[in-house]
């Protein structure tokens, strides 16, 4: 069985390919860097998302498809066409990396572009699973200056918290939904058993850091001025738009869970 995997050189594309290796899939890699380093045994396919050429060139011989597509002003385009070409290329599946709650913000552009991708994936006759993340322990990274200078936390999620989980939980629900028969037509909310709050993320880092690491409950105006510093014009957005902090791939001790199911349960 061949896999193609979009986005398969960013850190949550790369966890997904090390998942499929690991079960012994075949692996080709869609990327527009013809100098990309892959594993070993990883096929690259030169192409780009916005040229469907290339696309159907690189699912050629292909069985199922991973789709991940960066947050961008053409993310909807990109995926559109991306689940055209599957379309037409008759895969057997196609996994959608989504986000969580993505039909509640209708005025975070990649939210609203998530769910217009899974309204037409359900529209439309090809086996298809969602996968939905929550906000990701590993964009923590980008807390670093902060967190080993004047030991900070100073993201404002609050007391309540924030659903979050690992990419690498969300790297091995990619796997099995593209491994296994049981997950056609259906959408997963990946989220640990409990609330992120800012005093527990603090908490966490203190303990991992060996040393005090305090909440610093900055306010949302703060933040979204140090966001406007670092994206570009068009993902300026509402304070809701967590998930679009940076991310950079990191381990940490952080306790790993994700919800395979479509209840409240907790995580075993």
């Not at 947050?71 to 559109?80: I, R, S």
């Not at 057997?92 to 039909?103: D, F, G, I, K, P």
């Not at 090809?126 to 900070?152: H, K, M």
């Not at 303990?207 to 933040?223: C, M």
């Amino acid at each position: 069985m061949k896999i193609l995997v979009t986005g398969g050189t960013g850190r949550v594309g790369t966890a997904v390919v090390q998942a499929l290796l690991r079960g012994d899939a075949s692996v080709r890699i869609l990327t527009r860097n013809k100098a990309a380093k892959l594993p070993i045994g990883v096929e690259a396919a030169v192409g780009d998302l916005l040229n469907p050429e290339s696309v159907q060139s690189a699912l050629n011989g292909v069985d199922k498809l991973f789709l991940l597509v960066g947050n961008a002003a053409d993310e909807l385009v990109q995926a559109l066409l991306g689940f055209a070409a599957a379309r037409q290329a008759k895969v057997e599946h196609l996994t959608y990396l989504s986000v969580y709650q993505a039909e509640r913000f209708a005025d975070v552009p990649h939210f609203v572009a998530k769910h217009a991708v899974e309204t037409a994936l359900k529209a439309f006759g090809i086996p298809f699973t969602i996968l939905r993340p929550a906000y990701f322990f590993q964009n923590d990274s980008q807390l670093r200056a902060a967190l080993t200078g004047p030991g900070l936390y100073p993201i404002p999620i609050g007391q309540a918290g924030i659903a979050a989980v690992d990419v690498r939980d969300v790297a091995d629900a990619a796997a099995v939904s593209l491994t296994t028969d049981e997950h056609a037509g259906k959408t997963y909310n990946l989220i640990g058993p409990n609330p992120l709050s800012g005093p527990g993320a603090a908490a966490v880092w203190s303990k991992t850091l060996s040393r005090p690491v305090k909440y610093a409950e900055l306010s949302w105006v703060a933040v979204e001025e140090q966001l406007r510093q670092m994206f570009p014009g068009w993902r300026d957005g509402p304070s809701v738009d967590v998930p679009g902090v940076p991310r950079t791939w990191i381990r940490s001790d952080q306790r790993r869970c994700c919800r395979h199911d479509q209840t409240d349960r907790p995580c075993p």
